[in-house]
């Protein structure tokens, strides 16, 4: 059964940080992992979406790289805002449907 | 943002009544999913649909039905709402690049329903 891991739960960190978030998978045979937003009360925003062939994407300050072989995912953000402050969640899909499993996010806040 | 919207945004009922939850798109996307997001469990899948009238169970469904009349909807029905019911649901979509294909890509989420049960 495919479990997905992200460490830390919480980070704070001073504006203008460069971050990482990590997430892990226990079942290497995905199709693709994705990452997304979620702000307090409000619905999911997908961020990058990596296929299993990829090693990494990046839009914007936001670099996502897979290392399928090891079970792993990180999501760089780069010269962190206040605005970036959300749970970030990831997300694989392993079988044919579509069907995600997710981490437990991690909450992201930057201070001013 | 693709065309998602979720009905209603909020419900308050009580233990025992039918609920009904409605996700819209406009994408024509041929998947649809309801996930259900609850504090410790994060988000679980209760059901997806593949087409019109093509439904699967997914990791938490006891409780609930869905049917899916037409590509743009996809309901979500609590046959008799229990508290521990009580979460925020969300619907999601994804496309799928031929008719027997799997999806490829992205899903794109709903802003969500808040769902107490009393």
């Known amino acids: 059964k495919q479990e997905v891991t992200q460490i830390p739960a919480a980070l704070s960190v001073p504006e203008g940080e460069n971050l990482v978030l990590n997430c892990s998978f226990t079942d290497s045979a995905i199709y693709n992992l994705q990452w997304f937003r979620q702000d307090p009360g409000k619905g999911l925003t997908s961020l990058l979406l990596?296929?299993?062939?990829?090693r990494e994407q990046t839009s914007g300050r936001l670099n996502a790289s897979l290392d399928k072989s090891s079970g792993r995912s990180t999501l760089y953000i780069a010269a962190s805002q206040p605005g970036d402050s959300a749970t970030y969640l990831c997300?694989?899909?392993?079988?044919?449907?579509?069907?995600?499993?997710f981490g437990q996010g991690t909450t992201l806040q930057v201070k001013p | 943002d693709a065309g998602i919207t979720q009905s209603p945004r909020h419900k308050v009922t009580e233990t025992g009544t039918p609920v009904t939850l409605r996700c819209h798109q406009t994408?024509?996307?041929?998947?649809m999913y309801w996930y259900r997001q609850d504090p410790g469990h994060g988000l679980r899948l209760i059901h997806y649909s593949y087409g019109v009238k093509d439904t699967d169970k997914g990791e938490v469904s006891d409780g609930y039905s869905v049917s899916r009349s037409k590509t743009e909807d996809f309901l979500l029905t609590l046959e008799s709402a229990t508290s521990s019911q009580t979460s925020v649901y969300f619907c999601?979509?994804?496309?799928?690049?031929?008719?027997?294909?799997?999806?490829?890509?992205?899903?794109?989420f709903g802003p969500g329903t808040r769902l107490t049960v009393l």
């Open positions: 990596i296929q299993s062939s990829q």
């Open positions: 997300a694989v899909r392993s079988g044919n449907t579509g069907k995600l499993i």
């Open positions: 999601a979509i994804s496309e799928s690049e031929q008719p027997i294909a799997a999806p490829r890509g992205e899903q794109f």
């Open positions: 994408e024509n996307h041929r998947y």
